[in-house]
C-alpha cells in the first residue's frame, strides 16, 4: 500500500492539511511548513525545480526583495534586529519557491475547501465566544506587531467583545474577508454551482458578513469594502457604468448598516473619527499613534530617500526623529518595530530602491493574473494583490504570520503556468 503512495501525493496531502491550518496554529502550520520543505530539499530533482522557479517572474521579484533585506545589512547598525527581519520575512526566500514547485492545478479546489473549512470552524467558535456559549481559553497569539500577546481564560470581557479565538483582530479580518470574497465569488460568478452549495455559501455569506463587524478589525473591515467593489466589478464584467453606480449605492448601504446593526463596528468608527480629532491634543490613540507613525516615517524617508538606512535600523532611527520631531509622548517603553504601514517600512528600509523592487511583486501578480485562461484563477488573482497593497497603508501585512502565509500560499497556485510546468 506504502510503495503506491507518490510523492506528489504525500505533498499535496500536507498541501490541504497547510491550507487548513493557515489560520488555525502558527506552530502546527509551520511544522507541516518544515516537512515540506524537508521533503523538497531530499528528494531531488533539483534541476526542473530550479527552472520552475527561475522561470516565473513573480518568484523572482519575490527572491529578489528578501535579498534585498540581506544586502541592507551592510548599511544597518541594529544587526540584531536585522536578523530578525530576515526571520520574519524566510516564507519569501523559501517557502514561496517550495510551494510554487510542488503545487498541482487539479488540487487548487481542495487548498481552497480546506482554507475555507478552517475559516468556517474558526467563525463557529467565534459566535460561541460572542453568544459566551463557551469559556474564553488560553491561547498564544503571534500578531503583525511582533510582539507575543497572550490572552488568559479570565479575559472574559476581550473575548466577549472582540472574539476573535487564534489570532488577533488585526489578522483574523483580513484573512476573513479574503474568504469572504471567495464566498461571494462561488455565489455570483460561479455558474455551475449546485443549488445545495449555493444555499451552503450563502449562508455562509451572511454569517461570515456578520462575524467580519462583531470583530474590531478595521483594516479588515476596510478590506471587506474593497471586495464588495472587487466582486461587483467582476460580475459585471465589462460593463464599467453598472459597476460603478452599484458600488456607490451598495457599499454606503453596507457601511450604514453595519454601523446600525454592529456596537463593535460603531464604537470602532466613532473611535477613528474621534482620535483624529483630538490628535493635537492627544496622539496616544489607535488612529494618533498611526499619524505619529507616518509623520516621523515621513521624516526618515526623506533623510535616506534612495536606499534608506537598512534593514535593521527602524526602531533606533524612529526613535531619533520621535525626539527631533517632539512627539515621542506617545511611545511606550519599549521601541516600536515597524511604522504600521508596510511602503513606510521598505522606504525606510530600502529607499525608492526597495519600493521598486516591493511593487515589482505585485505587478508581476497582476500580469500574470490578466494572462490566466481560468476565470476563477484571473479573477482571484487580480484580488488578492489589490486587497493586500489597500490594507498595507495601516500596517505591516506581510510580515505576519497568518497574513503573510495567506499572501504566500495562494500565491504559489494563483500565479504559477500550469500549462507551461
Known amino acids: 500500500m506504502l510503495n503506491k503512495i507518490s510523492l506528489n501525493q504525500v505533498y499535496q496531502f500536507f498541501l490541504v492539511i497547510l491550507a487548513f491550518l493557515l489560520p488555525l496554529s502558527v506552530f502546527l502550520a509551520n511544522l507541516i511548513i518544515v516537512i515540506l520543505v524537508v521533503l523538497w530539499f531530499v528528494t531531488g530533482n533539483y534541476k526542473s525545480k530550479y527552472h520552475q522557479i527561475i522561470g516565473n517572474k513573480f518568484i523572482l521579484a519575490s527572491i529578489v526583495f528578501y535579498c534585498l533585506h540581506i544586502i541592507g545589512l551592510i548599511w544597518t547598525e541594529d544587526l540584531q534586529w536585522g536578523l530578525k527581519i530576515l526571520h520574519k520575512m524566510w516564507y519569501f526566500i523559501l517557502l514561496l519557491p517550495v510551494l510554487f514547485t510542488i503545487v498541482e492545478q487539479k488540487y487548487i479546489k481542495y487548498y481552497v475547501s480546506a482554507f475555507l473549512l478552517a475559516i468556517s470552524f474558526t467563525e463557529i467558535v467565534s459566535y460561541l465566544l460572542w453568544f459566551e456559549l463557551i469559556d474564553p481559553f488560553k491561547i498564544l497569539r503571534v500578531p503583525d506587531s511582533f510582539t507575543l500577546m497572550v490572552y488568559r481564560g479570565t479575559d472574559l470581557e476581550y473575548m466577549v467583545n472582540n472574539p476573535t479565538p487564534f489570532m488577533s483582530h488585526v489578522s483574523y479580518n483580513p484573512i476573513l474577508a479574503f474568504a469572504i470574497y471567495l464566498v461571494y465569488h462561488e455565489i455570483f460568478l460561479n455558474k455551475n454551482l449546485s443549488r445545495f452549495k449555493f444555499f451552503m455559501f450563502s449562508f455562509f455569506a451572511i454569517t461570515m458578513t456578520f462575524n467580519m463587524f462583531i470583530t474590531g478589525g478595521r483594516a479588515g473591515q476596510v478590506m471587506y469594502f474593497v471586495a464588495v467593489a472587487l466582486i461587483i466589478f467582476q460580475f459585471f464584467s465589462y460593463e464599467k457604468i453598472k459597476s460603478l453606480v452599484t458600488v456607490f449605492i ?37 488612529v494618533g499613534k498611526r499619524i505619529s507613525y507616518a509623520i516621523n516615517s515621513w521624516s526618515i524617508i526623506k533623510k535616506n530617500p534612495i536606499i534608506g538606512v537598512g534593514t535593521g535600523d527602524f526602531p533606533i532611527e524612529f526613535e531619533k526623529m520621535s525626539i527631533i520631531n517632539n512627539n515621542q509622548d506617545f511611545l511606550s517603553t519599549s521601541l516600536p518595530t515597524n511604522p504600521h504601514n508596510m511602503y513606510s517600512l521598505v522606504l525606510i528600509q530600502h529607499g525608492l530602491l526597495g519600493l521598486l523592487v516591493f511593487l515589482s511583486i505585485f505587478y508581476y501578480q497582476f500580469k500574470l493574473s490578466v494572462l490566466s485562461s481560468s476565470k476563477l484563477i484571473r479573477n482571484i488573482g487580480i484580488t488578492l494583490p489589490i486587497m493586500f497593497l489597500v490594507i498595507m497603508f495601516s500596517d505591516s501585512y506581510l510580515l505576519g504570520h497568518y497574513t503573510s502565509l495567506l499572501f504566500v500560499f495562494f500565491s504559489a497556485f494563483l500565479y504559477k503556468d500550469f500549462e507551461k510546468n
Open 250 to 286: 451598495l457599499i454606503p448601504l453596507l457601511f450604514v448598516s453595519a454601523y446600525l446593526a454592529s456596537n463593535t463596528f460603531q464604537i470602532r468608527v466613532d473611535n477613528a473619527i474621534n482620535d483624529i480629532v483630538v490628535y493635537e491634543s492627544n496622539n496616544n490613540t489607535s
